[in-house]
C-alpha cells in the first residue's frame, strides 16, 4: 500500500524557517516523480514544488521560488522540502504528492502537515 | 501560466440525480506525446484530496464507475451519474500538461 506521511509543520515567525519531510513506503521511491501542494485554510490547491525522479527537472510556483528548496533522499525514501524567509501567506496544509509513472500527476497524497506564519 | 476555471463554483444537488462540473483551461491542454493532462480531485471534509480521474476520463483504481470525464482540448467535464452522501466535498480540476501546473479554484458540492 503507498504511504506518503509528511511531518515537520509547526508555527514559525515571519522570516523563519522550516523543514518538511516526507516518508514515503509501499512503493520504489526513486522511481517516481514527487511534490508538495499547499492549501491554505479555507482555500483552493496551489502546487509549489516538483523533483523528478531521475533529477532531470526541479520546477517551483513562482510565489516560492528563491525562498523554498525541495530535495529528496532515495536512500532514505524521503522527500523534504526547506522554506526559508516564510511568511504569513505561506501559512497552509503542505501535501507531499507522488505523480504516477504512466497516469499523470499527484496520483497519490499524504495527509498534509500545517504550517503556521505568524508572530 | 494556464489558468483553469471551474463553474459552477457551488452545486446544490438532490441525492440519486445527475451532477456536471465544468472545467475550461486559458490554454490547450494537449501535450506533445499526444496525451492530455486533465486530471479531476475529489476533497471530503477534512480530508486530503484524491485524483478520481487521469488523463480526462481514466478512472482510478476503486473510483465507482458513476463518475466520468469528458472533454478535449480546453473544455473538460467531471459527471456523476447519480449523486450520492459520500460525494459531498470540493472538486478541483487541475492540468499537468505545462509548468506549472494549475488547479480551478474548485466546486462545492453539496446536498439539497
Known amino acids: 500500500e503507498v504511504q506518503l506521511v509528511e511531518s515537520g509543520g509547526g508555527l514559525v515567525k515571519p522570516g523563519g524557517s522550516l523543514r518538511l519531510s516526507c516518508a514515503a513506503s509501499g512503493f520504489t521511491f526513486g522511481s517516481y516523480s514527487m511534490n508538495w501542494v499547499r492549501q491554505a485554510p479555507g482555500k483552493g490547491l496551489e502546487w509549489v514544488s516538483s523533483f523528478s525522479s531521475s533529477g532531470t527537472y526541479i520546477y517551483y510556483a513562482d510565489s516560492v521560488k528563491g525562498r523554498f528548496s525541495i530535495s529528496r533522499d532515495n536512500a532514505k525514501n524521503s522527500l523534504y522540502l526547506q522554506m526559508n524567509s516564510l511568511r504569513a501567506e505561506d501559512t497552509a496544509v503542505y501535501y507531499c504528492?507522488?505523480?504516477?509513472?504512466?497516469?499523470?500527476?499527484?496520483?497519490?497524497w499524504g495527509q498534509g502537515t500545517l504550517v503556521t506564519v505568524s508572530s | 501560466d494556464v489558468v483553469m476555471t471551474q463553474s459552477p463554483l457551488s452545486l446544490p444537488v438532490t441525492l440519486g440525480q445527475p451532477a456536471s462540473i465544468s472545467c475550461r483551461s486559458s490554454?490547450?491542454?494537449?501535450?506533445?506525446?499526444?496525451?492530455?493532462?486533465l486530471n479531476w480531485f475529489q476533497q471530503r471534509p477534512g480530508q486530503s484530496p484524491r485524483r478520481l480521474l487521469y488523463k480526462v476520463s481514466d478512472r482510478d483504481s476503486g473510483v465507482p464507475d458513476r463518475f466520468s470525464g469528458s472533454g478535449s482540448g480546453t473544455d473538460f467535464t467531471l459527471k456523476i451519474s447519480r449523486v450520492e452522501a459520500e460525494d459531498v466535498g470540493v472538486y478541483y480540476c487541475?492540468?499537468?500538461?505545462?509548468?506549472?501546473?494549475?488547479f480551478g479554484q474548485g466546486t462545492k458540492v453539496e446536498i439539497k
Open positions: 487541475m492540468q499537468g500538461t505545462h509548468w506549472p501546473r494549475t
Open positions: 504528492t507522488r505523480d504516477g509513472r504512466y497516469s499523470g500527476s499527484n496520483d497519490y
Open positions: 490554454q490547450s491542454l494537449v501535450y506533445s506525446d499526444g496525451n492530455t493532462y
